[in-house]
């Protein structure tokens, strides 16, 4: 399997990370990405340079996008010059990004009419994750192809898991989102609570992470939050992205999401205020000012 050529679209934040995984443990990787210095950048490195989607899919039977969202996805699986006009029989598109059920289904429908297979594997875990190779990954698609994709989805993560047919990895990333929000949402109160009642934040983080309350957000994302540390590891306006997705499937479902939509209004602020490149932990900011308090470690 190591010797099969993986195919590559996107080498952003995440998947040139992803990318370079993959090199490392032992795929030959094709890479188109829309901005060639990038393609070009992972060639110096050993990967090899396509010129479209379309020629990454004729010379890869698994080809992976990781792209920022639905169109994006959409335009370099089906558009011109896109991996539907290459793609060979039984041949994979993995999809990694956070895009639409909807979407995703549709594309996996067009690829079927080819012969070729799609899975939607969205990941969780974040810049820093797809760095270290420990991605969460969702996996929907055909189940007999999943296991054929296993190793090269173990080249970049360590929690990966079948959930259903196509678009119920996209399905169960938007669940993750809505956890994620609403965790980081309830760390961003607590900090600002407990800056207005005095407390030191760093005490307070390191006494209750071991507890009930502890969470992924409060153990990594709070500390850099009371440091002014606002560097993305996720930033604002993808998340904003996921939201957006989350919000609109939830109406096709006539379903509410109370919470989740006040936090999509709260990020909402801080993409107003210019704020829509720091990242998730920023949602800090948005209580800070409502409260009328710093919920900063001094000195």
């Known amino acids: 399997m190591p010797d099969t050529p993986i195919g590559f ?5 995440m998947g040139m990370s992803m990318a370079r995984n993959l090199m490392k443990a ?8 829309r901005t060639p210095a990038k393609a070009q950048a992972l060639a110096a490195e050993g990967a090899a340079a396509a010129g479209s989607p379309r020629e990454v899919a004729q010379a890869c039977p698994i080809i992976i996008t990781m792209v920022t969202d639905s169109p994006d996805v959409e335009a370099v699986a089906l558009g011109p010059g896109g991996v539907i006009e290459g793609i060979q029989p039984d ?3 993995i999809d990694m990004s956070t895009i639409s059920p909807t979407t995703t289904r549709k594309i996996a429908a067009r690829l079927k009419e080819k012969g070729a297979h799609m899975l939607d594997a969205p990941v969780s875990g974040g810049s820093w994750g797809a760095q270290s190779g420990t991605l969460s990954i969702m996996v929907g698609g055909d189940e007999p192809v999943f296991p054929r994709c296993l190793p090269v989805f173990q080249g970049m993560g360590q929690s990966i898991v079948y959930v259903g047919g196509n678009g119920m990895g996209q399905v169960t990333k938007l669940v993750n989102q809505i956890l994620v929000v609403g965790t980081m949402n309830a760390v961003a109160e607590a900090l600002v609570f407990a800056a207005k009642s005095g407390a030191d934040l760093e ?9 009930a309350a502890g969470s992924w957000q409060l153990q990594n994302l709070g500390p850099r939050a009371v440091k002014g540390d606002f560097a993305p590891g996720f930033m604002v306006d993808l998340q904003q992205k996921d939201l957006r997705i989350i919000l609109g499937v939830a109406e096709e479902m006539d379903l509410p999401l109370p919470a989740t939509a006040l936090v999509h209004q709260l990020y909402a602020s801080l993409q107003a205020a210019g704020l829509g490149q720091e990242g998730t932990q920023a949602l800090v900011k948005a209580h800070e000012r409502l409260a009328g308090v710093e919920a900063r470690v001094k000195g």
């Open 9 to 13: 679209i996107g080498l952003g934040i």
């Open 91 to 93: 041949a994979v598109h």
């Open 26 to 33: 032992g795929f030959p990787v094709v890479a188109w990405n």
């Open 203 to 211: 005490k307070t983080i390191d006494a209750v992470k071991g507890g």
